[in-house]
């Protein structure tokens, strides 16, 4: 090996070894545990102090808004297969699209006093491939229709909203 | 009409193994009639092809709900432009979708070619048949998009309200149009390989697949980005999520080969390291595809079709291993004579930005999968997010943007410190000026702000460095021809499209950084409840919410309109309206997004709810700078075009320069 080539190799490896170390240093400053229901309430509550993440989806019935401030809702979650395991979660701000009875969400947040707050909500996305999975569960044609909890608005009849 | 569908996948699928085995067996046996037979093969694929994406098409067209697919993914009164939106809304169409593209794209590559590079054309299209019957072995018998439904329903289920947007049109095909475009590349390294022809023709080929692939990548992504901006209404456009990931990853490589290129064709180095980059692309959209379809990493797009994944996990490690028995092989042929001369030089910038390239693909990778081996290796799930990315790939770009300025101005081989110092000279003042200006404008309280700064100071070093180029480019044919200056640039461009067109690229590049900087440390949000009358302020707009409307739009439409005035320095300056908009058969509504956008900052307003008593929820954000990604992908998009446009100067300057390689290095410039 010449010299040129080894001061190369030397460099080369600097930035390697520069961009791994952000990585792993970086992992360990940002990383979250991500558990499911059934895991964290078998462990108990009280197990994880640090931020963690938690899959589930929302129990039927179970979303409570705040009469007067919509944007405090509590809701609990459960695993998809058993739902005997539910863990409540408080969430502060504007819920997604798709936050619905039954519908999968990931949280993000801390345990306190058996709650746990959320300070980030995501639903699964506005998904192309999920019709697929309920196809083979609901009967064609039986989609319930959508009740509209329509305020009795004046219709003023504006014409259509430029498109963004 | 259906049956003919299904039918004519079979026999796509049939067709095209006999094209993979007569080719191989001509090939082999050096048989002239064989291959005549397979000859035409990949155009009778795409034909069959074809044949059944406008069945596929038709029924999405007539309503033909006996197909499981278009019941899942459309219904009566779904707008005929959505309609052919729904082709690819779902898992199995946009197989068929993607195996359209792909044995399109084959065609093509099979009627550029197949008069000329003899030796390696059949190799790469046995390539291209391998990868098509894959695909064709899923559509045949795993994911067929012509399903029946025993009991045709008279109405389908409709299209997901989220994915009816301009862009969720767009974005998906131009997506794929990049993801399919790596095969071709691919295909062409491939049987460079096998045959050994590993001389600087198949880069050639590959430059410029890659760059059209390269070009709808990048489009595709920013559309995404956009569309997520606009419809999903979190005031965000990129999340670090695993899908987007997987769609980044390929760009990153294909970058890096589309710049390492370069030094092979100038030095006939790096043979090697190119073929692997150029392999390593075709890995990632393969690898990209998997995480998408396995649902094996936690992603808020669920794509719960676990059995397709696997297939493509086997698809993947297939291909993984031919790429490095294939390059293991021909290690002694991708030797190279040459090498590196000087740290500073074009050569090294060129290196040391591949690194960088990869070093942020490859923390991107490590973050995607990081929770499939925490899993694996210590049993518990960890997941990384966006502080993580951000936290890794925010240093490693702000090093890539300065060598976007240092690359292009730094002499080849060896620079001397004189060539260092009357090319840097500017930038560096500029910079630095630009910095003392910022500073007392800008806040620098956190870690993000100051990155921000100094992503903002090497903005100007970088676009100032390019500017000079043209600058310098333009002033030499203005006194050499006596041209106005105007006329001079544009000729200057013209000649050099290639040149010009990728400086083009990195000012897109640098506006993008631009704007991702100022959008993510600036950015500002609220949330409130208004009455009628009540106002919300944020920085310096004040929303006073006027009235609350209800309109039926269709029969299966109703959207609940708020109005909301805005008003900077006491000024109305225009009416918000946000919205929800509420489907019929969908359990849902859906937020329209208000979007008040300036080249300094987005006004972004979301409708969270409403009640009885025309109270509203609002969330408000102050995004600035988020305009200028998209002025950026606009810049980069022209500038991609004129680099991809044939040049026959280009041609004449690639001959010189073989010719000279022959005898010597090129001196060094300047």
């Known amino acids: ?164 | 009409m259906n049956d003919i569908g299904e039918f004519a996948l079979l026999l796509a699928l049939a067709t095209a193994i006999y094209g993979l085995v007569s080719y191989v067996m001509a090939v082999k046996g050096n048989r002239v009639d064989l291959y005549f037979s397979a000859d035409k093969t990949p155009v009778i694929v795409f034909g069959c092809v074809f044949v059944s994406s406008a069945v596929l098409l038709r029924a999405f067209m007539i309503n033909d709900f006996s197909l499981q697919y278009v019941w899942a993914y459309s219904n009566i009164e779904l707008e005929t432009f959505y309609k052919i939106s729904s082709f690819w809304g779902g898992q199995k169409g946009s197989l068929l979708f993607w195996t359209l593209l792909l044995t399109a794209y084959t065609t093509i590559a099979y009627y550029q070619n197949k008069k000329k590079r003899l030796e390696v054309f059949p190799y790469a299209m046995c390539v291209c048949l391998s990868i098509t019957i894959f695909f064709l072995l899923l559509l045949n018998f795993s994911t067929n998009p012509f399903e029946r439904l025993p009991l045709p329903p008279e109405d389908g289920r409709g299209l997901n309200p989220l994915l009816q947007n301009y862009w969720m049109v767009i974005h998906p095909p131009t997506l794929y149009l990049g993801y399919v475009g790596f095969t071709i590349p691919f295909a062409f390294a491939m049987a460079a390989l096998i045959t050994k022809n590993l001389d600087d023709s198949w880069i050639r080929l590959t430059r410029k697949w890659t760059l059209v692939s390269w070009f709808f990548l990048c489009m595709g992504n920013l559309f995404g980005a956009q569309w997520a901006y606009v419809e999903l209404g979190w005031g965000g456009y990129w999340a670090w999520d695993p899908v987007e990931n997987a769609a980044f990853m390929p760009l990153l490589v294909a970058t890096a080969y589309l710049h390492s290129v370069m030094i092979q064709e100038r030095k006939d180095m790096m043979k090697v390291w190119n073929m692997s980059l150029i392999l390593l692309t075709f890995v990632m959209t393969i690898f990209g595809t998997f995480i998408t379809r396995s649902g094996l990493i936690q992603s808020v797009h669920t794509f719960d079709e676990a059995t397709l994944g696997y297939y493509f996990l086997g698809f993947l490690f297939f291909v993984i291993l031919c790429s490095a028995v294939m390059i293991i092989k021909r290690l002694s042929l991708l030797k190279s004579k040459n090498e590196l001369d000087s740290f500073l030089s074009r050569e090294s910038s060129f290196l040391f930005n591949n690194l960088l390239l990869l070093g942020i693909a490859f923390a991107t990778f490590w973050g995607t999968i990081f929770p499939i081996i925490s899993e694996a290796v210590r049993g518990v799930k960890i997941t990384v997010g966006p502080p993580f990315y951000n936290q890794v790939n925010v240093p490693i770009g702000l090093a890539l943007l300065a060598l976007i300025g240092i690359g292009p101005l730094i002499a080849w081989r060896k620079a001397s410190w004189g060539n260092l110092k009357k090319n840097f000279k500017l930038p560096v003042i500029a910079g630095l000026i630009g910095g003392a200006i910022l500073f007392p404008i800008v806040p620098l309280n956190s870690k993000a702000e100051l990155f921000t700064y100094a992503t903002f100071i090497l903005c100007i070093f970088v676009m100032v460095c390019i500017l000079s180029e043209f600058y310098k480019g333009a002033m030499a044919r203005m006194q050499l021809n006596k041209e106005p200056f105007v006329k001079a640039l544009g000729i200057l461009i013209w000649k050099n499209k290639r040149r010009y067109g990728g400086y083009l690229v990195h000012i897109g590049v640098v506006c993008i950084f631009a704007g991702i900087a100022g959008s993510q440390a600036y950015s500002v949000h609220t949330e409130k409840l208004l009455k009628i009358g009540e106002t919300l302020e944020i920085r310096d707009y004040t929303l006073r919410h006027k009235d609350l409307k209800a309109i039926q739009q269709t029969d299966i439409k109703t959207r609940i309109i708020a109005l909301l005035e805005v008003e900077k320095d006491g000024k109305v300056i225009y009416v918000s309206k946000p919205e929800k908009e509420i489907y019929k058969g969908q359990n849902q509504p859906v937020s329209e997004v208000a979007l008040h956008s300036t080249w300094k900052e987005d006004l972004y307003v979301i409708l969270a709810d409403y009640r009885e008593d025309m109270s509203i929820t609002i969330k408000v954000y102050v995004n600035p700078m988020v305009s200028w990604l998209w002025k950026g992908g606009l810049i980069i998009a022209i500038g991609t075009l004129i680099a991809m446009w044939p040049d026959r100067l280009e041609r004449r300057r690639r001959l010189e320069r073989m010719k000279k390689q022959e005898l010597a290095f090129s001196p060094a410039q300047e």
């Open chain 1, 1 to 164: 090996m010449t010299t040129k080539k080894i001061k190369f190799t030397l460099g080369a490896f600097l930035i390697v070894g520069s961009i791994g170390y952000l990585i792993s240093t970086s992992i360990s400053q940002t990383s979250m545990y991500f558990v499911t229901v059934a895991e964290l309430t078998d462990q108990g509550l009280s197990r994880y102090t640090s931020e963690l993440k938690v899959k589930g989806n929302v129990v039927k019935g179970s979303i409570i808004r705040d009469p007067n401030d919509y944007l405090e809702v509590d809701f609990a979650i459960a695993d998809k297969e058993s739902k005997g395991n539910n863990l409540k979660v408080h969430f502060k701000g504007v819920t997604p699209d798709m936050f619905q009875d039954d519908g999968e969400v990931v949280v993000e947040g801390v345990i306190k006093n058996g709650v746990f707050h959320a300070n980030t909500l995501l639903t699964s996305c506005p998904s192309k491939y999920e019709a697929e999975k309920q196809a083979g569960k609901s009967h064609p044609g039986s989609v319930t229709p959508y009740e509209l909890k329509k305020p009795d608005l004046k219709d003023l009849g504006t014409g259509p909203k430029a498109t963004i």
